[in-house]
């Protein structure tokens, strides 16, 4: 029940989707003077070393964190892949290299820190963070302490799933919800689903963003299609966003070993999306794929309802 760690998958290319739209959500619910209330049902360690062993030993952020800087940093290429990047990926870019001023990525920021970066202490803003794991749960407590953030943040070891009922709706009634569990048990697509069905019952005009791997596996395909049904039922407008960077190409080079293909696309589904997301995400998408695709199967999709 936990193997799984973060760790060995921090700042892969779908870290780099889901956190690019996370900055997206949180920048729009921000410009408002009114208090947000951000939950993060799995939330992890909250920072990752990625030239540590666990990620080290993945390679997963070579396609994509660090392919990413290395094709558009300024100081990266020259010319960069890019001229014009988009500003939802140089927003990404900035709070990345935020964690790491001396200009080498070795530390990267989980969603507990991306969120954390976005609030306003003056706002009265408040994160909520849930982590099952028993070792990332202490030691996503342990990072959390060291930002002295007081009662902005509160973090608790328990299943997020679970922990999410008794917090929304929330005191001002403004809140974004983002539930990305790990689904290395299948019945993880079923709880998903049902979340969101419980939630937009409790609190139907939150912002709801779910992150799921686009796998061979049925409940991977038809998650997508069951939030889209609940949204429709509940009147909600949605966005889903899909991000496959394809298999790798070449050959690993004679005397190493072949890395596994990993996970090669991820999707993002909000509900209740920011209006201004759609036309971002337009914009963002496509060159994230030109930078990030290696092979056949690379693609990006944007759709949405409501």
Request: proline share 8%; charged share 20%; hydrophobic share 40%.
């Amino acid at each position: 029940m936990f193997s799984y760690r973060h760790a060995f998958h921090a700042g892969n290319h779908a870290d780099v989707l889901k956190h690019l739209v996370l900055i997206a959500i949180l920048r729009h619910l921000t410009q408002k003077d009114t208090a947000l209330t951000v939950i993060d049902t799995h939330a992890g360690a909250g920072l990752y070393r990625l030239d540590g062993d666990y990620a080290g030993t993945s390679g997963e952020a070579e396609d994509g964190v660090l392919k990413l800087f290395a094709a558009l940093a300024p100081a990266a290429a020259v010319p960069p892949a890019i001229q014009d990047v988009a500003p939802l990926i140089q927003d990404y870019m900035d709070v990345v290299a935020g964690f790491n001023p001396d200009g080498k990525l070795k530390i990267y920021p989980g969603s507990p820190f991306v969120a954390q970066g976005e609030l306003r202490q003056a706002a009265r803003d408040k994160l909520k963070l849930f982590e099952l794991h028993p070792t990332d749960s202490r030691t996503l407590a342990a990072n959390i302490a060291q930002l002295g953030a007081g009662r902005q943040v509160s973090t608790a070891a328990q299943d997020g799933f679970e922990g999410l009922k008794a917090l929304i709706p929330p005191p001002v009634r403004r809140a974004l919800v983002l539930i990305d569990p790990s689904y290395e048990i299948k019945t993880d697509y079923a709880k998903v689903s049902a979340c969101i069905q419980d939630s937009l019952k409790r609190f139907s005009t939150g912002t709801y963003a779910v992150w799921y791997p686009v796998i061979p596996r049925p409940e991977a395909h038809d998650l997508p299609r069951r939030l889209k049904t609940l949204c429709n039922q509940a009147g909600k407008p949605w966005l889903h966003a899909t991000l496959a960077i394809g298999q790798r190409e070449e050959q690993a080079p004679a005397g190493e070993p072949e890395r596994r293909p990993g996970l090669t696309a991820s999707g993002m589904f909000v509900v209740n999306p920011p209006h201004t997301l759609k036309a971002a995400l337009q914009q963002a998408l496509p060159q994230l794929l030109q930078v990030l695709g290696r092979g056949k199967g690379k693609s990006q999709a944007l759709e949405a309802g409501g």
